[in-house]
């Protein structure tokens, strides 16, 4: 009988999430167990309104977002995430969670260590500008030392009820956020109010940036420590490229370490080849050329071991052609 009101629980509890996959304003999903996001159809995500009320899937206690049965890691990048808001209530002191955030152009997830018991932390990915973005103007001109410059391509949103204590977090960051920027100048920096401060001691590490967040703070975003470095401006393109421009990765898998890019363009313009390993780390980046008049372009990856790699091609204003596109290479 036990068995048989664990599996009902079960099945509504999956018929629930699958229900609520779009959370409007001032709404709230509550999670107490697992919610496996690879059991979410393919190609769908779970969404909620971005707003100042927005929605939030919460996590309650040890409630969380899982992948194929295995716990998410910040590095991670799952066919399916959550579009908007993730909430998580921390019942016990020095909980750390995991909350699997992004955007359609790149899932850029949150992890923290040391919450705080009976306080709560919500975030969600906002791609674009953080001096006009929903939650408050966070100029990006406005910095304090060491912070010289801080990235125009997104923030997190960061809602935390905690008003003492800090809590340690690592973000994934997009790579068309700090560009050709030196990845070890690159900080975890937090909007507290009037200016973007400094929270992290280091740089990029295996595609991660990591620091301790103190109250107060309502943005999360990617800043640098570099007087020569001056993160790319945006303007009002769009992230990801709309256009009549096709792409198209041949072969895949590779077999003789040379992968072609054949793609249509109707401008030239220059671009950098990013790949990452599946653990997040940036393994190789390349400056190439696309001409309107030719078709395809080469990359030489027969350094490289086998195994599955995500390809990125994103022109040198940040613009992404190809996101997080899986490569495998025998």
Request: proline share 4%; charged share 15%; glycine share 10%.
């Amino acid at each position: 009988m036990k068995y048989f009101y664990s599996l009902l629980f079960s099945l509504s509890f999956f018929y629930h999430v699958d229900a609520q996959d779009y959370l409007f304003d001032n709404s709230n999903f509550w999670n107490y167990g697992n919610i496996d996001l690879s059991t979410i159809l393919p190609g769908k995500k779970l969404t909620t309104t971005r707003s100042s009320t927005a929605g939030k899937y919460t996590n309650y206690g040890a409630g969380k977002f899982i992948n194929n049965g295995t716990a998410i890691q910040v590095i991670s990048s799952p066919n399916s995430w959550v579009d908007g808001y993730v909430r998580h209530y921390a019942t016990s002191g020095n909980t750390s969670h995991v909350y699997p955030v992004g955007s359609e152009s790149f899932k850029a997830f949150v992890g923290t260590t040391g919450e705080i018991i009976n306080h709560s932390i919500a975030t969600a990915w906002l791609s674009g500008d953080p001096s006009g973005l929903a939650g408050g103007s966070h100029t990006v001109t406005a910095f304090t030392t060491p912070i010289t410059a801080v990235s125009i391509f997104g923030q997190w949103d960061w809602i935390a009820s905690y008003t003492s204590g800090n809590v340690n977090v690592s973000v994934k960051p997009p790579p068309s956020a700090y560009g050709n920027a030196d990845v070890t100048k690159l900080r975890l920096v937090g909007w507290n109010g009037i200016s973007w401060i400094n929270l992290g001691t280091s740089g990029l590490n295996a595609g991660v940036l990591s620091g301790v967040v103190p109250p107060g703070i309502n943005a999360l975003g990617i800043g640098t420590v570099s007087t020569g470095t001056t993160f790319r401006m945006q303007g009002n393109r769009p992230e990801i490229e709309k256009s009549k421009d096709t792409f198209e990765i041949f072969p895949n898998p590779v077999n003789n370490g040379i992968v072609k890019i054949r793609y249509r363009r109707e401008q030239s313009a220059p671009a950098n080849v990013f790949l990452f390993a599946i653990s997040g780390q940036l393994i190789l980046e390349e400056t190439v050329s696309l001409d309107k008049d030719s078709s395809e372009i080469s990359i030489d990856l027969q350094k490289l071991a086998a195994g599955t790699y995500i390809l990125q091609l994103v022109l040198l204003d940040g613009t992404q052609l190809i996101n997080d596109a899986k490569l495998i290479i025998k």
